[in-house]
């Protein structure tokens, strides 16, 4: 059956066939039995960018641009290792990074197959310079 993102929201209720964890463990198979003898782990615990950009559609469906967009890019950095999430998030704050350091932050997501968010990096790193938020050095 196709996907209809306004008939089929919540998907965890409507359509629990396409939510799986990231090693496909169906979302009837994520119960508290499970973690307790160790076949679900808090690895497991956590959403697919499959199921990021199905909700980014249910968002897209009931007007919210904002929230698809802002799930599309989480589909995008599911897959990248919280390390490197974390030295994004902290290059995104005020003054942390220069021009150059956002610049590059962007073609490395670019090459992690992170379009969106690389594009998101160069428009922050443009709002910064206007805005005189970056690193001096």
Same mark, same amino acid.
């Given at each position: 059956?196709?996907?209809?993102? *306004? @008939? ?13 964890? %990231? #090693? /496909?463990?169906? +979302? ?5 039995? !499970? ?8 690895? &497991? *615990?956590?959403a697919t960018p499959r199921t990021?950009?199905?909700? $980014? &559609?249910? #968002?897209?469906?009931?007007g919210r641009t904002q929230l ?5 890019? $989480? #589909?995008?950095?599911?897959?990248? %290792? ?5 030295? *994004?998030?902290?290059?995104?704050? %005020? ?6 350091? +956002? #610049? ?10 992170? %379009? ?6 160069? &428009?922050? !790193?443009?709002?910064?310079?206007? @805005? /005189? ?5």
């Amino acid at each position: 059956m196709a996907f209809d993102p *306004i @008939r089929d929201y919540p998907l965890g209720a409507r359509r629990p066939d396409l939510v799986t964890t %990231p #090693a /496909g463990v169906p +979302l009837d198979g994520v119960t508290l039995q !499970a973690v307790r003898e160790g076949t679900v782990t808090a690895g &497991e *615990i956590r959403a697919t960018p499959r199921t990021l950009r199905l909700q $980014a &559609e249910v #968002a897209a469906a009931a007007g919210r641009t904002q929230l698809s967009e802002n799930l599309e890019r $989480a #589909a995008e950095l599911a897959g990248v %290792p919280d390390d490197v999430l974390l030295q *994004i998030y902290t290059a995104l704050r %005020p003054r942390r990074a220069t021009a150059d350091e +956002l #610049a590059e932050w962007a073609a490395r997501l670019d090459g992690l197959d992170a %379009p969106k968010t690389a594009a998101f990096v160069r &428009e922050a !790193a443009a709002v910064y310079a206007a @805005r /005189g938020l970056l690193a001096h050095g």
